[in-house]
């Protein structure tokens, strides 16, 4: 009998074992990957285009060429799309991202053909039109209202905005009357511009039959496509800070503020990156991280609390991020900064290290045990102009990290007087 009082050993993997996606060059230049690793029979297709907020002309051009992909084509409407993909079982997600634009298509194997029929239609020949974007436009600009009522996205904005700048893309604050200026001729533009197939790469991702693969040569990769015949080049944008250390936007009425304490720091290229990882995740990258064990758990001034980081090309951006009843702002933003001085001034103890650790190999273990997290992680590599060991690599270097490296990475990166903070709410 297995005595359940009895912690079972905790297994260091040896290694990551990333299936490597095949890649194929079509005929008209498409780059195709496969990765065929799953046993039920639906198939994943992502379709990735160079070129995002980074290169728009106005703010929203990138966000809204790709959203209205979706409704109307020469071929099919808005309803038809919609009712079509229901009537499959397809299901379609649209996204946009600083340097590039995606639209995933999930699909059981045998209504492909027809799903990807529909898919075509709306990467080669989208209509735009007037009526359906006007009823998006409004539909935004109603959430971007709501959202606006929220302290957390207004701390959001107001961080990337400190941060960056108003002349950097990161750094823009959209406001309703970006929304007005799209018109069927802005997206067009754009879609012109970055929609081709000099510019795209295709990834298959599920039970991938020589079936499928045949048909998505047959539609996206025997004929050239598109207006333009060149890539984007790679954009970068200085950023210009905000010299206050401390803003704060009254939102009068509120229960509870938004704290957002950020900083510029270096981006995935960077040699230090990915062992930096580990020292965002011990200050508060999991459930058990040192700002969420001292202020929400011995404290209790937030229910959440959180560090992260998020890439753009050229910077990363340090978050911390909470929301606190408005008296507790204080006490709050004094131990985010106590933890940093911790980190910089004591050596974490290896359990607790060790702990970071199995975390993070496990979630690094999760994020590759399908085709579908497999193919995440691939696009994810292309996006970000990192090499094919980033794994392997990213492995070993949670692995050797050491509580000295620790110190010395907090002493170095999370230098307090870079760190900007923002404040939504109550005087």
Known sequence: MLDRSIQPDICEPAQLEVLRPTRVTLPNGVALNILDACDSEVTRVDIVMEGGRWHQSQPLQALLTNRMLREGTRRYSAASIAEQLDYYGAWLELSSAPQHTYVTLYSLNKYLPQ???????????????????????DANVGQFKINSSKVDFLAHRELAHALFGEAHPAGQLVCEADYRRITPEVLHDFYARHYHARNCTIYLSGRITDNCIRRVEALFGRESFGQCLEKPGSMFCQPVSDARRRIFVERSGVLQSAVRIGMLTMDRLHPDYLKFRVLVTLLGGYFGSRLMSNIREEKGYTYGISAGYASYPGQGVLAISAETANRYVEPLI????????????????????GMVKNYMLGDMCRSCESAFSLADGWIFLQASGLGETYFADAMQAVKDITPAEIRDLACKYLRKEDLREIVVGAK
């Open 334 to 353: 004094a131990e985010v900064y106590r933890e940093i001085t911790r980190l910089q001034d004591e050596e974490v103890p290896p359990e607790e290290l």
């Open 115 to 137: 799903t990807l029929d529909i898919l075509e239609s709306m990467v080669k020949e989208p209509a735009f039109p007037e009526k359906e974007l006007k009823v998006v436009i």
